[in-house]
Nanobody, 115 residues
Framework: VQLVESGGGLVQPGGSLRLSCAAS????????MSWYRQAPGKERELVAA????????NYAGSVKGRFTISRDNAKNTVYLQMNSLKPEDTAVYYC?????????WGQGTQVTVSS
C-alpha cells in the first residue's frame, strides 16, 4: 500500500496550491479519502474528507469556502485545492485512506504560507 502526496511548497498569503495524493495497493474507490494537517507543536487535525463515490464531502470550519477536496477514482488520486491561503495554514499535510476497518497514511507534504 502506498499513498504519495505531492504539490506542497512555499506560497505567499492569498496564494493557491493544489495537493495530490496518488494511491496504490488497495481498492481506492472503496475508501473514504481525507486530508489532515499537523502544524509544529499541534495535534494532527482533519482538514477535509470525501466519500468513496465522491458524492459527499466535509471540511473543517477553518478551511470551508477556501479548500476543495476532490477525487478521481479512475486515477486513484485525491486532490486538495487550497485557495486564499493564510499563514495559519502552514503545516505538514497528510493523505489518509480508510474503510472503517483499516487506515493508511501518506508520508506528508510540507505547506508553508509566508511572505
Amino acid at each position: 500500500v502506498q499513498l504519495v502526496e505531492s504539490g506542497g511548497g512555499l506560497v505567499q498569503p492569498g496564494g493557491s496550491l493544489r495537493l495530490s495524493c496518488a494511491a496504490s495497493g488497495f481498492t481506492f474507490s472503496s475508501y473514504v479519502m481525507s486530508w489532515y494537517r499537523q502544524a509544529p507543536g499541534k495535534e494532527r487535525e482533519l482538514v477535509a474528507a470525501i466519500q468513496s463515490t465522491g458524492g459527499r464531502t466535509n471540511y473543517a470550519g477553518s478551511v470551508k469556502g477556501r479548500f476543495t477536496i476532490s477525487r478521481d477514482n479512475a486515477k486513484n488520486t485525491v486532490y486538495l485545492q487550497m485557495n486564499s491561503l493564510k499563514p495559519e495554514d502552514t503545516a505538514v499535510y497528510y493523505c489518509k485512506a480508510s474503510n472503517g476497518i483499516v487506515a493508511y497514511w501518506g508520508q506528508g507534504t510540507q505547506v508553508t504560507v509566508s511572505s
